[in-house]
């Protein structure tokens, strides 16, 4: 099996910064890409930003230039850097990735519990 943990979020005023990580644990062979999604209350759960084994990124367009996305490869965990933050970023965050564990490809590992970001105006 596999376990993605998050971790790092929190209440914050409107221009502050957090940092979110997320691990991945379990019987993996191999991660390819991994992604930060984020849930706020009624609405569907979007993907924020994304990053391939070897590093290219993408994100969505209500994040860019505020939030980065990194990983290590070697811990298989992957983090978000959020920068002025503003009260619509406020949400359940959670990550994802696709890859090898327990001798099959997934296209998504089971989701992990999240972590609330709460971002006060």
């Known amino acids: 099996q596999v376990q993605l943990v998050e971790s790092g979020g929190g209440l914050v005023q409107a221009g502050g910064s957090l940092r979110l990580s997320c691990a991945a644990s379990?019987?993996?062979?191999?991660?390819?890409?991994m992604g930060w999604y984020r849930q706020a209350p009624g609405k569907q759960r979007e993907l924020v930003a994304a990053?391939?084994?070897?590093?290219?990124?993408n994100y969505a367009d209500s994040v860019k230039g505020r939030f980065t996305i990194s990983r290590d490869n070697a811990k298989n965990t992957v983090y978000l850097q959020m920068n002025s933050l503003k009260p619509e970023d406020t949400a359940v965050y959670y990550c994802n990735a696709d890859g090898y564990y327990s001798g099959s490809y997934y296209m998504g590992f089971p989701w992990g519990q999240g972590t609330q970001v709460t971002v006060s105006s």
């Open positions: 379990g019987s993996i062979f191999s991660i390819n890409a």
């Open positions: 990053i391939t084994s070897g590093g290219s990124t």
